[in-house]
């Protein structure tokens, strides 16, 4: 029991200490600076103690009853509802920005169902899940988006069944992290020019991708995408929330967004059967384990919360990104095509995509609409979600067949990238799949 206790207590000082910003941010106060150093102190004393207990004693000590075998096993449970073979692998990546070491990418690799004509090319489609999710909630799409192309699906750095370094508590650095161990990741896996499609924390990560490498997206599609509008005034009515409400939101602030599922121990799985039991509802059709989703998103969120504290470096406390992408992806290389697909029923603020539009005025964006979905479109309505990434992904390979005669055409080496994006745009618009 003492020992137990022991272990939560290490569990929670690392929580903490993973927590807090460093003390270079402006937002750090000298209690919370002291608080987390001493934190690091009760880590360093209690990580000594239970080194000392043999390993087979202290794996059945954990408060939280989850492990990488059982993360493995939940995942292997999902997966096994997917109807077409796939090659499933760590793909090893280095290089990452303050993270010494190589690391590992849990990949998920899917070939055409119908392979294409001699001669004739397919864009592959790379899939980013959002926040707290991971490779097999896409159980409902790889089939489907796989009939004409190969799809890779992983979960990124810090989630799921990836590596899980410490990533940086400095925003900027820390997304930057994420889009550097995308690219290290595609660069091991061989890919040229790829579809990216990022839902919610990975729409926001697959722009960011974008605007530092754009030569490798041949087409960027946000699934309702986290983190693009700007951080909104709050309003009279929630200025005037009573001081308890206030005070225990500023006490949570410094702690990741899913520590409750942690610090419940032994009941964080029925904790999160009873919250996110919509999640599960999505996928009963097709998983008839009632439990096998809520069961996997506990075990990818309750181990130690690497991507989860970076995420949290990269939102402000009541969830707005600390650098919308929004102000930003007018920088994005004007040959690069969009598409915005958003939920009618979502929570997530539409105006960007129509914002975006109006921006990049040269470029092609499309903003699509899925009736009847929620904030996880691809599972709401996943026939057409799959329809429409298909169609999208289609118009793609014709449009880079376009692009590719359109270069090897062109005297001009130095061929003006304006015209081109152009070009491909009309010639896209006059393409019907």
């Not at 929670?12 to 937002?27: A, Y």
């Not at 960011?208 to 041949?218: D, K, Q």
Request: with cysteine; proline share 6%.
């Amino acid at each position: 029991m003492l020992l137990t206790l022991f272990s939560r207590l290490k569990e929670i000082g690392s929580e903490f200490r993973m927590s807090v910003p460093d003390q270079s941010s402006s937002e750090l106060s000298k209690g919370l600076w002291l608080l987390k150093h001493a934190c690091l102190l009760l880590d360093s004393l209690l990580s000594t103690l239970l080194d000392l207990v043999p390993s087979w004693i202290s794996k059945y000590l954990r408060w939280c009853p989850t492990s990488s075998e059982r993360l493995e096993e939940a995942e292997r449970r999902l997966l096994a509802y997917v109807k077409k073979p796939f090659q499933s692998k760590f793909v090893t990546i280095d290089s990452i920005l303050k993270c010494k070491g190589s690391h590992q990418i849990r990949t998920i690799e899917m070939g055409p169902t119908n392979e294409p004509p001699p001669g004739e090319e397919r864009v592959p489609l790379v899939l980013v899940h959002g926040f707290a999710s991971g490779v097999a909630l896409w159980l409902l799409n790889l089939d489907k988006l796989s009939e004409d192309r190969t799809v890779y699906s992983f979960d990124t750095l810090g989630f799921g069944r990836s590596s899980r370094p410490r990533l940086s508590s400095d925003s900027l650095e820390a997304e930057y992290q994420f889009v550097q161990s995308l690219e290290e990741w595609r660069a091991q896996v061989g890919l040229d020019r790829f579809v990216l499609l990022g839902h919610s924390m990975g729409g926001f990560l697959a722009a960011s991708y974008a605007l530092r490498f754009p030569e490798r997206v041949a087409h960027l599609v946000l699934a309702d995408p986290w983190g693009f509008p700007e951080r909104r005034v709050p309003s009279p009515k929630a200025l005037q929330l009573p001081t308890w409400v206030r005070a225990v939101s500023t006490l949570l602030s410094p702690f990741n967004p899913l520590v409750a599922l942690r610090v419940a121990g032994p009941w964080g799985p029925l904790l999160v059967e009873k919250i996110r039991a919509d999640i599960g509802k999505k996928y009963e059709h097709i998983v008839q384990d009632s439990e096998a989703v809520p069961r996997y998103i506990y075990h990818c969120n309750a181990q130690f919360p690497s991507g989860e504290s970076a995420f949290k470096a990269m939102m402000t406390q009541y969830g707005w990104a600390r650098h919308p992408m929004v102000n930003r992806i007018a920088e994005l290389h004007v040959g690069v095509p969009m598409t915005f697909i958003y939920g009618s029923k979502s929570w997530v603020d539409k105006q960007p995509g129509i914002q975006v539009q109006q921006v990049r005025e040269e470029s092609e964006v499309d903003v699509e609409i899925i009736e009847g979905a929620g904030h996880h479109v691809f599972a709401d309505r996943p026939d057409q979600f799959n329809d429409m990434v298909c169609k999208l992904c289609r118009n793609t390979d014709a449009a880079e067949r376009i692009i590719r005669a359109l270069t090897e055409n062109e005297d001009d080496e130095k061929a003006d990238e304006k015209n081109l994006a152009s070009s491909a745009k009309l010639l896209r618009s006059k393409v019907f799949l």
